[in-house]
């Protein structure tokens, strides 16, 4: 019986605490009613002098009822002690608020479907005035939490978004005092754009692009804009610009360079002059500017896909996504650090012994992709390549990681302003704890974030090292060191799964053989001295550009990718012609030569191959390849021994190939007449006829002996 009643009791209190529990909680299953957005927060990181915290935002009314009572407040949760509680903080979970602010009204309070309001919040630290109490330094979670009454329904939590805030010093009190033994910090800046661009490269012509996006992101205020603006204005601070390290793709540099001379854009009704040629003089102006005397890595071409790069004709165009760093060189004037390669996504085998083929000694690599997590730099097994992991806490913090618990009205915390926030709350999260010896940070490579807020992340940086809670570690110290330890690479049947499709991959073997077949047909023009593989090379490298790891899964832009390449191969094979005279020709004397022009618009040599093709009906010499000049298509007659078996009309298809089988250009026709028999047929219609002349007197004389026996 006091059993049942502790039971009842403990029943009565759970209903009568659940509703306290789900306002601390706030995690609602409310469908997405309100769009929030932080536009400012001031400062991003607390210090003893610290009195204020300033944060504007809006919020818009994107679903399909009116919404009133619009209110936002603040939520300060307890300080985070431990890595796990900050990784589950970053992940979007909001944390039980230790300390809150007043709701305050937004303007307007009522919102229409489609419209959108503002808000400012400015709140004291120190508790007072209705404000948020910070009573240590540390790693706090901070939620902006909006409340409104949608119709129909009553007043929720629509919207959310939670992020760290970190706090070198408590409002009012001493600052924190940095560690004996700081963590010492690597920065790997990412220059890449969001996917490849070229969709054709015809030798010393124009540059065609799928489109003019990229103009647009090189211009002042664009993305690639912002990651090098933001760089150049804290190119100042010595300490800061020791420890960053900037990755390239030279795909992206390649499309840049190739604009500043002027090119075309695809569109449905034919290509048109680009507009961003300026832009990409003055970016890579800006660009030389920023790295010169810096430390500068590749990134594979185009960020292909090695994995499935290695597997195309035995690994034939690794090569061309590797040995770029001569090239890097031309472009932007400062070298790479030779032998380091920062790639996407793990490698298998092939890949891995691709690398080293290739000169590669150092990997820098996401955490997950090695076996354990690796957070030391390691010897891949099987290997002499290097691992060098990044800070997985931090890349979590600059990436997001979405939460399983987070509600549908809840800002995602993969959102790139938020990523910013919570990368350098990380940061300052090593720096307080000085929990680890080397931090090497690489933001998501191909993020986008407005410049105000990529400066603001490095100036953070920059204040944690002169604090020097943190200290500085070039990219090539950091390498220096003898990894202690053995790695092994995962690439899981999840990898293969998300990698470059088999259909692609075997369209580019397909591209490659062709290619190969061609080259081979190929030679130096004495007059023209033009090098068959710098003919060749745009196409190569538009095969490794089918593998970018750019291209989603679950998409056909990759597909679509290939099917340029196979475009851009046609053009190239187009380019050796046949013709035939227009007029029908006459074989009068029964076997004439037959005249055929053939056309080379490529500046190379080539061998050509000329087959006659439905020619029933017609006899021809012996045909041998042929080797074309160089040209603009300069007319290369030659004639072909031809006799007519029969009389009468038809038509006779002749076609080029390279020796090795590679169809060149289109087949033309030819249309002939024969008035008379030829030789052979003269001959063989004579023997036809003694043959029927000895049958038929046979026939006779055994018919006549026959009558006379009886």
Request: charged share 15%.
């Amino acid at each position: 019986m006091k059993r049942f009643a502790a039971v009842v009791s403990v029943a009565f209190l759970i209903v009568l605490l659940a509703p306290l529990s789900a306002a601390a909680q706030s995690v609602t299953d409310t469908p997405n009613r309100l769009r929030l957005d932080v536009t400012q927060m001031n400062p991003r990181v607390l210090t003893s002098t610290s009195t204020t915290l300033n944060i504007t935002g809006t919020v818009a009314n994107v679903g399909d009822r009116r919404i009133t009572d619009l209110q936002v407040k603040l939520d300060l949760g307890e300080r985070l002690g431990t890595e796990k509680q900050v990784r589950s903080a970053m992940s979007g979970t909001p944390a039980a608020a230790a300390t809150s602010t007043k709701f305050l009204d937004i303007d307007p309070g009522t919102l229409e479907p489609g419209q959108t309001g503002q808000f400012t919040i400015t709140v004291r630290l120190d508790g007072t005035a209705g404000g948020l109490r910070v009573p240590n330094a540390g790693v706090y979670p901070l939620l902006v939490n909006v409340n409104g009454t949608p119709a129909y329904g009553g007043q929720a939590r629509l919207a959310s978004l939670s992020l760290l805030l970190p706090v070198l010093g408590a409002p009012g009190k001493p600052q924190a005092q940095p560690p004996a033994d700081p963590s010492e910090v690597t920065v790997v800046w990412p220059i890449a754009d969001t996917r490849p661009r070229i969709v054709a490269a015809p030798f010393n012509g124009k540059v065609v692009l799928g489109e003019d996006v990229l103009a647009g992101d090189l211009r002042p205020g664009g993305r690639l804009d912002a990651l090098v603006s933001s760089a150049l204005a804290v190119r100042d601070d010595a300490q800061l610009s020791r420890s960053i390290c900037y990755a390239v793709d030279p795909d992206l540099l390649d499309t840049v360079d190739a604009m500043s001379h002027g090119y075309e854009v695809r569109t449905p009704t034919g290509n048109v002059p680009g507009s961003g040629a300026d832009a990409a003089k003055a970016w890579l102006g800006s660009l030389r500017q920023l790295v010169a005397n810096q430390c500068v890595i590749q990134m594979p071409y185009a960020d292909a896909d090695l994995s499935a790069l290695a597997g195309v004709r035995g690994g034939d165009l690794m090569a061309y996504a590797l040995n770029t760093a001569q090239h890097v060189q031309q472009l932007i004037g400062t070298q790479p650090l030779p032998g380091v390669l920062w790639a996407d996504g793990p490698l298998d085998s092939a890949a891995l012994t691709a690398l080293q083929n290739a000169g590669i000694r150092t990997l820098v690599a996401d955490p997950a992709d090695l076996s354990g997590d690796a957070e030391d730099a390691a010897t891949v097994k099987g290997t002499s390549l290097r691992a060098q992991p990044a800070d997985s806490l931090v890349a979590t913090g600059l990436a997001g990681a979405r939460g399983r618990s987070a509600s549908a009205a809840a800002t995602p915390p993969d959102d790139p302003a938020i990523g910013a926030q919570n990368g350098l709350a990380a940061l300052a999260f090593r720096g307080l704890t000085g929990s680890t010896g080397s931090v090497l940070v690489t933001p998501p490579r191909r993020w986008s974030l407005p410049e105000a807020e990529l400066t603001r992340l490095l100036q953070g940086v920059g204040d944690l090292i002169n604090r020097r809670m943190l200290a500085t570690l070039p990219l090539n110290q950091l390498l220096a060191t003898a990894p202690a330890e053995t790695t092994t690479m995962n690439y899981t049947a999840e990898d293969v799964a998300a990698a470059t499709p088999t259909s692609v991959t075997g369209t580019m073997s397909s591209i490659e053989a062709t290619m190969a077949d061609l080259r081979s047909a190929m030679a130096i023009d004495p007059v023209a001295q033009v090098d068959p593989d710098q003919l060749l090379m745009p196409l190569r490298y538009a095969l490794v550009r089918n593998t970018s790891t750019a291209w989603q899964p679950g998409t056909d832009a990759a597909e679509v990718s290939a099917a340029d390449s196979r475009t851009q191969l046609q053009a190239l094979l187009g380019q050796v012609t046949v013709d035939t005279p227009g007029v029908p020709i006459s074989l009068a004397s029964g076997s004439a030569p037959l005249p055929v022009f053939l056309h080379n618009f490529l500046p190379v040599q080539v061998n050509v191959r000329v087959t006659l093709n439905n020619s029933t009906g017609l006899r021809t010499g012996d045909i041998g390849d042929v080797l074309l000049p160089a040209g603009l298509g300069s007319n290369n007659k030659i004639t072909i021994p031809a006799e007519a078996l029969r009389a009468g009309r038809f038509s006779v298809t002749v076609a080029l190939s390279t020796p090795g089988g590679t169809q060149l250009g289109s087949p033309a026709r030819f249309e002939l007449r024969s008035n008379q028999y030829g030789v052979v047929t003269l001959v063989l219609t004579i023997a036809g006829g003694v043959a029927l002349v000895l049958l038929s007197g046979r026939q006779i004389y055994r018919r006549v002996r026959g009558r006379g026996k009886q």
